[in-house]
């Protein structure tokens, strides 16, 4: 039975950038917001700056790529926590190599972080939204789900397939009042790896030339909250000069 009635948001992938910003947007509209990472403990200052703000945080070590570990999850938030409403997967893995030096097993990790672990959490969530007939799923996409670029074979065929599930998810659950939907972010974010790594591309901040998090998290929140009569299935994200 469920302890909570108020409605939860489960955001894996819950980094300092994007995932965070996803988290503190559901939690100011009243969410209780679920955050994975592999590591619980780097999730600790997101829970806390949500609580301060005066919103309900939660954090769990969890590696999406299990199975066993996935099931644990949802029915510790399920019964414990309260109804998972919205649940957004924002796990990414770009990590670039020629395919004449790509190995079997990066390429297999890329695709089990990326794509597999999609399929694993959203088909639990989709469970327990598919006994009440409502929900929303979100699947944070990348340009390399459109198209793949050299050097990234791995990263664009993860994310095709990832596209791929959102698609088939949608017209499968769309009757089931579930939102289904796959946003692309097409350009860069501001992070402190982008601002370390790229700092002629973090230069463009100041002429809104990279992706803001918040920003980011607003759509996602919009997306949630529209009426299904006019339901989105996929948005593109980018900076006004992001070339596409």
């Known amino acids: 039975m469920t302890l909570n009635k108020k409605k ?8 300092d950038a994007t995932g ?10 009243g969410f209780i917001a679920c955050v994975t ?18 919103g309900e945080a939660h954090g769990f070590a ?8 996935v099931i644990a999850l949802v029915e510790q938030i399920e019964t414990q926590l309260g109804p998972i409403e919205a649940f957004v997967f924002n796990i990414g893995a770009n990590v670039p190599c020629s395919i004449l030096e790509e190995t079997a097993r990066k390429y297999f990790k890329i695709w089990e972080m990326a794509c597999f672990s999609g399929f694993l959490n959203a ?7 598919a006994t009440r007939q409502r929900g929303t ?3 944070t996409g990348a340009t390399a789900g459109i198209r793949g670029a050299a050097g990234f074979a791995a ?18 659950l769309g009757p089931m009042n579930i939102h289904v939907a796959h946003v692309i972010v097409d350009g860069a974010i501001d992070t402190d790896f982008i601002r370390s790594t790229f700092p002629e591309k973090y230069a463009l901040k100041d002429q809104d030339g990279i992706l803001d998090p918040e920003h980011i998290a607003e759509n996602y929140w919009y997306l949630h909250s529209q009426p299904r009569d006019a339901w989105t299935f996929e948005m593109d994200l980018r900076p006004w000069s992001e070339r596409w």
């Not at 939860?8 to 980094?15: D, F, K």
């Not at 965070?20 to 509209?29: N, S, T, V």
């Not at 780097?42 to 609580?51: A, D, E, G, W, Y």
């Not at 990263?155 to 499968?172: D, N, P, Y």
């Open 155 to 172: 990263f664009a065929g993860a994310k095709h397939g990832i596209r791929a599930l959102a698609q088939s998810m949608a017209r499968e």
């Open 8 to 15: 939860v948001v489960l955001v894996v992938g819950a980094g």
């Open 137 to 139: 799923i979100l699947f």
């Open 123 to 129: 088909r639990e969530v989709a469970k327990r939204m």
């Open 37 to 54: 990472r592999r590591s619980a403990d780097k999730l600790q200052p997101l829970v806390q700056s949500i609580q301060q703000a005066g």
């Open 62 to 69: 969890c590696d999406a790529r299990k199975e066993e570990e």
């Open 20 to 29: 965070g910003a996803i988290a503190k947007r559901f939690a100011a509209e």
